[in-house]
């Protein structure tokens, strides 16, 4: 996850997500090994402003996003000329392709990746702009990559609401992969199964990790605690049958402390009914883990979820 973004891995020190229902920015600095969030911000999109989907355009309302940036970037008391840019996951379509021989030449390695996701992919491959990075590397040699391909001119939607900001995005990529970062960016870093289920307004995503090698993603839409829990067990019946598992050593929930994907339900009341689903405990996810907050910052539930794909884009490095 930590080298998977769109485009260059060099960092800015401000972290932006544009979401459905929402945008979020956050200043992040390091000093030495350790990160440290020294001012956020959040502001509320309104309908229809976005509408996150893999093939259709996603930035409805290019004014009203690239106007909450603004004032997200104004309360920061900052004007950044650079971002790192999270994105909805269903902006792109995620595959794990595992060769048993790779070629030695990036080139080559290049056209096969792109040839296997020619077979599957929802638009023309012309059109796509694909990321890939190693993942899992088999005992008999064999090696998995994790392969992002998205519509360049989707990409290019939300670069553009940035830029009408006055940011330029020098980093694109996936929410849930920088919550899998700011994860494994703690110190308590996963070396066994573990799973992470992130939970938005419109959809779910469920990751499977063995240690920091992604071997399982899934988004979905869904509609409610019945689906959810469909999209959980569903999971889980593939993690036994498909990925020879023994059982997850850790359940992360993230997205569960958002007012928006709680509804009628509260953080703790969704928790728990994923560990009855799974008969594991499941933890929030709590970037607070991987960069301290500065201590004017009161942590909650839903600051916590919005920081965590933030903290993620700034700890990719930490992470790999």
């Known amino acids: 996850m930590s080298n998977s973004s769109f485009l260059s891995p060099a960092l800015p020190t401000v972290a932006v997500e544009i979401a459905r229902h929402r945008v979020s920015a956050a200043v992040v600095t390091s000093r030495g090994a350790a990160l440290s969030v020294t001012a956020h911000a959040m502001e509320p999109l309104p309908p229809g402003a976005v509408i996150p989907a893999l093939n259709a355009a996603n930035i409805v309302d290019r004014k009203a996003v690239s106007e909450a940036l603004g004032r997200v970037f104004e309360r920061l008391g900052a004007r950044p000329k650079r971002v790192a840019l999270a994105v909805p996951d269903s902006v792109a379509k995620v595959s794990l392709l595992r060769f048993e021989k790779v070629p030695s030449r990036p080139r080559d390695l290049e056209e096969l990746i792109t040839w ?14 694909i990321s890939f990075i190693p993942s899992l590397k088999a005992a008999d040699g064999a090696t998995e990559f994790v392969v992002v391909m998205a519509r360049k001119d989707i990409v290019r939607e939300y670069e553009a609401a940035c830029e009408d900001a006055g940011a330029q995005a020098g980093v694109v990529d996936l929410t849930t992969f920088n919550v899998i970062n700011a994860v494994l960016a703690g110190p ?20 499977i990790l063995r240690g920091d090698a992604l071997v399982f993603f899934r988004n979905r839409i869904t509609d409610g605690e019945a689906s959810l829990a469909d999209l959980v067990h569903q999971t889980a019946m593939y993690y036994e049958d498909r990925l020879s598992g ?34 594991l405990n499941v933890d929030a996810v709590d970037p607070r883990t991987a960069a301290t907050l500065v201590d004017r910052i009161t942590a909650n539930g839903e600051l916590l979820d919005a920081l965590a794909p933030l903290v993620g884009l700034m700890a990719r490095d930490r992470a790999a």
């Open 116 to 129: 296997q996701v020619r077979k599957a992919a929802p638009f023309r491959v012309e059109d796509a702009q």
């Open 188 to 207: 308590q870093r996963p070396t066994d199964d573990w799973l992470l289920v992130h939970i938005t307004p419109e959809d779910a995503t469920m990751a």
């Open 246 to 279: 023994a059982g997850f050593g850790r359940v992360v929930l993230a997205g569960g402390g958002s007012p928006a994907t709680q509804g009628a339900q509260d953080a703790d009341y969704m928790r728990q009914a994923l560990e009855q689903r799974l008969g």
